[in-house]
């Protein structure tokens, strides 16, 4: 099974600062017959469901705000917020998609300093 | 706007059977493109993947959970179902239903992705 470790547990950044979180995978998660990383970022805010904001590691959703983005290859990846806005307070979790058990990491949360 | 929609008892006796229904509107779930799965997630903790299964009924499910689980697809109803026997209370979690995204397949097999689209979640309490 493929663990997913997010650093830090916790963050508080003050508006418009960046943030910042980090995702490892205890194997590669980069396919390489079509050079894609099978890795996805989601925000849950509290009370509501996961939304996926990220996918193949760099690719936002529709109506995602570009102040977000993704990177990373193989095993270590980062999520950045540029300018952290108040509405982004929330858990932000990884998930890799290369093999089941499809796994998310702990999560990481994210508050206003 | 694809939507879910979680339902089924909150409250499940230890040793007994969790029945949830996920009903899908504004989408099919008949779509060859995605498969139908389930995670939970237990108070204050991570998210755990359950299984997930297409309309023809292929399924993927979690081997921590595979012999306890079962996942079904009812296309005329555009709904579809997880059981959960032998609960404990480690089974107490928020259970969502989501909308999950299929790659390739190959003779045996299909890649699945991210999960796009969730329901609101439902908690399931498992206690006498």
């Known amino acids: 099974d493929i663990v997913m470790t997010q650093s830090p547990d916790s963050l508080a950044v003050s508006l418009g600062e960046r943030a910042t979180i980090n995702c490892k995978s205890s194997?590669?998660?980069?396919?390489?017959?079509?050079?894609?990383?099978?890795l996805g970022w989601y925000q849950q805010k509290p009370g509501q469901p996961p939304k996926l904001l990220i996918s193949?590691?760099?690719t936002r959703e529709s109506g995602v705000p570009d102040r977000f983005s993704g990177s990373g290859s193989g095993t270590d990846f980062t999520l950045t917020i540029s300018s952290l806005q108040a509405e982004d307070v929330a858990v932000y979790y990884c998930?890799?998609?290369?093999?089941?058990?499809?796994?998310f990491g702990q999560g990481t949360k994210l508050e206003i300093k | 706007q694809l939507h879910l929609q979680e339902s089924g008892p909150g409250l499940v006796k230890p040793s007994e059977t969790l029945s949830l229904t996920c009903t899908v509107s504004?989408?099919?779930?008949?779509?060859?493109?995605?498969?139908w799965g389930w995670i939970r997630q237990p108070p204050g903790k991570g998210l755990e993947w359950i299984g997930s299964?297409?309309?023809?009924?292929?399924?993927h499910h979690n081997p921590s959970l595979k012999s306890r689980i079962t996942i079904s697809v009812d296309t005329s109803k555009n709904h579809f179902s997880l059981k959960l026997n032998s609960v404990t209370a480690a089974d107490t979690a928020v259970y969502y239903c989501?909308?999950?995204?299929?790659?390739?397949?190959?003779?045996?097999?299909?890649?699945?992705?991210?999960?796009?689209?969730w329901g609101q979640g439902t908690l399931v309490t498992v206690s006498s």
């Open positions: 194997q590669s998660v980069l396919y390489s017959s079509n050079n894609k990383n099978y």
């Open positions: 989501a909308r999950h995204r299929k790659g390739s397949c190959s003779s045996t097999n299909c890649y699945l992705y991210y999960f796009d689209y």
């Open positions: 504004g989408g099919s779930v008949s779509s060859s493109d995605y498969y």
């Open positions: 193949w590691a760099s």
């Open positions: 998930q890799q998609y290369y093999g089941t058990p499809y796994s």
């Open positions: 299964m297409s309309y023809s009924g292929d399924t």
